[in-house]
């Protein structure tokens, strides 16, 4: 009988026991937030009824703590998805940002660069609309000094008509060639693209021209050879230059062929080695160099004038005629 109370009042206590634990356990589950620690209370009280041989509890514990993973995990899986799209929202946000910036930075850029060019239109409208007015201005001076000189040459031939002299009209004359070779240099400029510039080509072409018709020489009697470089070179090149050789085919033309000889005059203008060297050359009679030293004609003083002006050496040979050299080495050309 003793026997039986004690287990029975064993059997209580340990019920009681159970029951606390399992009391304890739902509380602590009841209590949780965190649903894998709600899980791990479900199995710890599912052990224990199945410990008690409660098998439907067990069973039902397990079920509910089978379900409190998978809602875990559900919320597991949901919160990293979550965290992905945040992630990739920032990434968004941040481009659209970074792509914003950009199109203020690009407008700002593209903005200034319009305003830049605009300024810098308005100031080459205004450089060129200046080199308009200069080009002009250069042009209307050329074509004046041009008509000066003509009305130079044109007084000289009128004064020319009050003498009988031969000395006064061949004197009348040179001069006219003078400035014609020098208003020949005036008109090329105005009429041409290159303000500062003289094609040498063509104005030795018009020059002998010129030459030929002032002293009425027949293409039968006496024959022009050229050879000239193509150059263009400065009004304060060319003038000198077009004065030299203004007087050495005048002279050519006056003394060279005398008693309706012909012959021939060659002109050569080539650039080498850093200079220019100029040939006028004759098959005529030749020159006395002795005359020539001593002579004091205008003609020779202009040479000897622009030869320094040049800085030229100069050559003369009257072995077969006459050829004179010059070696220009103070010049300047022009693109």
Excluded: W
Excluded at 11 to 37: K, N, T
Excluded at 99 to 119: C, D, S, V, W, Y
Aim: proline content about 1%; aromatic content about 8%; some cysteine.
């Amino acid at each position: 009988m003793l026997k039986r109370f004690c287990v029975t009042i064993t059997f209580c206590f340990y019920s009681i026991f159970i029951i606390g634990q399992l009391d304890s356990l739902q509380l602590v589950s009841d209590r949780s937030e965190d649903l894998a620690i709600k899980a791990e209370m479900l199995v710890k009280m599912a052990e224990f009824h199945r410990e008690q041989e409660h098998y439907d509890s067990a069973f039902f514990l397990l079920n509910k703590a089978i379900g409190i993973y998978d809602e875990n995990t559900i919320n597991i899986r949901q919160e990293s998805v979550y965290n992905d799209i945040n992630r990739s929202l920032s990434i968004i946000i941040g481009c659209l940002f970074a792509l914003g910036m950009l199109l203020i930075f690009a407008f700002t850029f593209i903005r200034q660069k319009n305003k830049h060019n605009k300024e810098l239109r308005s100031k080459n409208e205004i450089i060129n609309n200046a080199m308009l007015e200069k080009d002009t201005l250069l042009r209307e001076i050329h074509h004046r000094v041009k008509n000066n000189l003509q009305i130079v040459s044109s007084i000289l031939s009128l004064q020319g008509r009050y003498s009988d002299d031969p000395k006064i009209e061949s004197a009348i004359r040179e001069g006219k060639d003078r400035v014609k070779s020098m208003s020949l240099i005036h008109q090329n400029l105005y009429q041409k693209d290159n303000l500062t510039g003289v094609d040498v080509q063509d104005y030795f072409t018009k020059l002998f021209g010129s030459l030929f018709s002032s002293y009425n020489i027949q293409p039968d009697k006496i024959k022009l050879a050229l050879n000239i470089a193509p150059l263009n070179l400065d009004v304060d090149t060319i003038i000198p230059i077009g004065l030299v050789v203004n007087e050495l085919v005048s002279n050519a033309l006056k003394h060279a062929f005398p008693n309706d000889r012909s012959g021939t005059i060659s002109v050569s203008l080539q650039e080498a080695n850093d200079h220019i060297v100029l040939v006028v050359q004759d098959n005529g009679i030749g020159l006395d160099t002795n005359d020539l030293s001593a002579s004091e004609s205008m003609g020779y003083t202009l040479i000897n004038t622009f030869k320094n002006k040049l800085n030229a050496e100069v050559e003369i040979d009257v072995e077969s005629g006459t050829r004179i050299t010059l070696q220009i080495k103070k010049y300047k050309k022009v693109a």
